[in-house]
């Protein structure tokens, strides 16, 4: 009861800041790009070795990667290579407070990648006010303001499955 009354406030939040905030928005392909960021809700170390192999594959592709994780514990993560951000830095209608997450949500990527699979309110937020040119992620339809491609996985929730897609999207845009 309590976390639902925190998720109607977290939307109530989210959806009054998005009315103010503008971002210049264009759509743009794997190739074109430059500077990419990539989230994600860091549950396990095979999902966090997933996306550490997609930031290599982009950074073989001469990418500029800038990856931030959501690690939902409150102690601190021992084997990140990446920033992130915890339970002790999001406020309680799980809206994140740290300045990890300010500096990424403002940084001008060409391509924000959201990898979340699953809900996670911090990291929408992330995604819905991120000043990236283009937003990707997967398909919700309650999430559309976090995205401006939504890749539908069929029922397939399934980090690496969601990254192979994204990778095939991208490289399809002209």
Known sequence: MIQKIKSLFHSYFLKKELKFHQSNRNIINLNAAKEIGIIFYAKTPDDTNVINQF??????????????????????????????????DINWHFEPISPNVTDFIQKKFDILINLVISDCPPLEYVSALSNAQFRVGMY??????SAD??????????????????????????
Do not use: C, R
């Open 55 to 88: 930031a290599a594959y982009l950074k073989e592709q001469k990418k500029k990667v800038n990856i931030l994780a959501f690690y939902n514990s409150k102690k601190t993560a021992l084997n990140f290579n990446f920033p992130y951000f915890n339970k002790k």
């Open 140 to 145: 919700e339809t309650n999430k559309i303001h």
């Open 149 to 174: 491609m939504m890749i539908d996985l069929n029922g397939k929730n399934d980090i690496a499955y969601l990254v192979e897609q994204v990778k095939m999207y991208l490289q399809m845009i002209k």
